[in-house]
Nanobody, 117 residues
């Protein structure tokens, strides 16, 4: 069973930066794409950024130019660097991994990011 553990959330002022990490354990050979999702209060969970095993990246329009997703396969860790944060970025951020063969999604427990002055 793949396990994902996020870290790095917290409180930051508008315009500030924050970096999230997601440690991956278990049968990582079964993982293909990985990504970050977020869910704000009263809203549906939405995709923030995704990176494939080959390194291709895609971002939600709302975070393009501000957020950067990366993965370190040697450390089994996924990252999300968030710059120029806005109040609307406030949400619980979830790490996601997709099985490479069957339609299975793995999720972390989530980490809270709050952007406020």
């Amino acid at each position: 069973q793949v396990q994902l553990v996020e870290s790095g959330g917290g409180l930051v002022q508008p315009g500030g930066s924050l970096s999230l990490s997601c440690a991956v354990s278990g049968p990582i050979f079964s993982i293909n794409a990985m990504g970050w999702y977020r869910q704000a209060p009263g809203k549906q969970r939405e995709l923030v950024a995704v990176i494939t095993s080959g390194g291709s990246r895609n971002y939600a329009d709302s975070v393009k130019g501000r957020f950067t997703i990366s993965r370190d396969n040697a450390k089994n860790t996924l990252y999300l660097q968030m710059n120029s944060l806005k109040s609307e970025d406030t949400a619980v951020y979830y790490c996601n991994a997709k099985h490479s063969v069957v339609p299975i999604d793995y999720w972390g427990q989530g980490t809270q990011v709050t952007v406020s002055s």
